[in-house]
């Protein structure tokens, strides 16, 4: 694991290669969307920046029956109040806010009823389509690993629909930044958690791209960058646990300027190996070492 003086050299010299970051950072994207963008689009990954939280519900009434059907008990018996109208609907399901019978607030996610039976479906054809590639001459079957690519997408989605592993993801999220008061992660109440309704601690604030909003509230946009970046790297260098849909959606800006992560559904892991590797591509970037870089970019695999 990289030492914290590594990552404290990292955090502190971030400007100084910020550009090769981001570069390194969209050859990654690259990478992901190979993998994503055949099937996963259709359902978490194929809306525009607008349409994040604007996706069609699905009316309370399926929403009440679902959450009774999958956590046992009536909504009276299990809220204090439940609110009808969701305050955010994806393509995965919807976010309801409710309070529980000891006075605490909390959000509750509830996934589209029959999701994984139209996962299964679309995911059956995707194989045959990249079984089909894999023999295919012309779409470089015997250099890419389409097979390979269709199962880590295949993973990926089932993960996605997965609320138990959503849950235990947010908690070790947040025992990693424990010790970071300006990180905030939403509370996971598994006494109202199942397979396909996920309840956490409700945490509003203002979503990161809303710049005015921001701004009207003399929010500082430096700290909130600064704080960003590390927790990016912290993620990165020092974890190696990370959060892998990090769109505007998924992030906000608390009253004390901390960060609050959302919907953990999709995380990423990255073995000591790559990130010592990581650490040393940084310094190689640093020093403009261009024979270092390309050798920890090929043993990293990028």
């Known amino acids: 694991m990289p030492s914290d003086e590594g990552f404290s050299w990292a955090n502190e010299n971030y400007s100084s290669w910020q550009r090769s970051i981001d570069v390194w950072s969209f050859v990654l994207s690259l990478r992901v969307h190979v993998l994503l963008d055949n099937a996963k689009w259709a359902y978490v990954g194929g809306f525009t920046e607008e349409k994040q939280d604007k996706v069609p519900a699905f009316s309370p009434k399926k929403a009440r029956g679902f959450i009774e059907s999958e956590l046992g008990a009536p909504i009276n018996v299990l809220f204090k109040e439940f609110e009808d109208q969701p305050i955010a609907a994806a393509s995965l399901g919807q976010v309801h806010r409710a309070i529980l019978h000891n006075g605490e607030k909390v959000v509750i996610k509830v996934q589209r009823p029959g999701l994984k039976k139209l996962f299964d479906i679309d995911l059956q054809n995707l194989k045959l389509i990249a079984e089909y590639f894999q023999r295919s001459e012309t779409l470089g079957g015997p250099t890419r690993d389409w097979i390979g690519i269709y199962e880590e997408c295949a993973t990926i989605l089932y993960q996605e629909i997965d609320y138990i592993n959503e849950g235990k993801n947010a908690d070790r999220f947040r025992r990693d930044f424990r010790n970071i008061k300006w990180v905030r992660v939403p509370l996971v109440y598994w006494d109202y958690t199942a397979m396909k309704v996920l309840t956490l601690g409700y945490v509003p604030g203002v979503k990161i791209n809303q710049v005015d909003t921001l701004m009207s509230h003399g929010y500082d946009r430096d700290r909130i960058s600064s704080r960003a970046i590390e927790a990016y790297l912290i993620q990165i260098l020092k974890t190696g646990f990370f ?60």
Do not use: W
Request: with cysteine.
């Open 243 to 302: 959060h892998a849909d990090q769109h505007p959606g998924n992030l906000a800006i608390d009253v004390d300027e901390s960060i609050i992560y959302y919907d953990f559904g999709m995380m990423g892991e990255i073995k000591s190996f790559t990130r010592e590797r990581l650490l040393e591509l940084f310094y190689a970037v640093y020093e403009k070492d261009a024979k270092k870089v390309y050798f920890f970019l090929y043993t990293c695999n990028i």
